[in-house]
């Protein structure tokens, strides 16, 4: 499962700098995640895909626990695998420390979400920094998701 993850991940980040590399598409623009002040988390579109539930803990859109944070910053899959480490500054290491998202700070409130190459994936309310790895989970779990219609 782990490096089923791990390949999807390099899959799609290989995707994103491919496409991001030709033009700023549609497709890149519906790959955003935006969690606002409440945890509320929407695509770029305004579609409700999760929150950050009052225990800290990320949900889907039905209420299916999808990761938490532990107090070491532990990314934690709801199977109990640990997927990464989200540190409080906003940037997440996947599980052989390769730094795969950052934060830059927008304004008082905004962050932009990035990847390691600068590419915008989104916005983040501060109270949240630590939660900008949930543009990473919920784009995997929208890919393997994909990959179980396919086969």
């Known amino acids: 499962m782990k490096k089923l993850c791990f390949l999807l991940f390099i899959l799609t980040m290989t995707m994103g700098v491919t496409v991001g590399a030709l033009a700023q598409t549609k497709q890149d623009e519906s790959q955003k995640i935006n969690i606002n002040k409440k945890g509320g988390i929407y695509d770029q579109k305004g579609t409700k895909l999760g929150f950050i539930d009052k225990n800290n803990v990320v949900r889907d859109n039905v209420g299916k626990e999808l990761y938490f944070i532990d107090k070491d910053g532990n990314v934690i899959a709801a199977n109990g695998v640990k997927l990464g480490v989200a540190k409080k500054n906003g940037f997440y290491y996947n599980n052989e420390g390769v730094n795969v998202i950052n934060t830059k700070d927008l304004d008082k409130e905004k962050c932009a979400i990035l990847d390691p190459q600068g590419h915008n994936m989104g916005t983040i309310h501060k109270n949240y920094k630590q939660h900008a790895c949930a543009v990473h989970c919920f784009w995997l779990e ?10």
């Open 142 to 151: 929208k890919t393997k998701e994909k990959e179980a219609k396919k086969g």
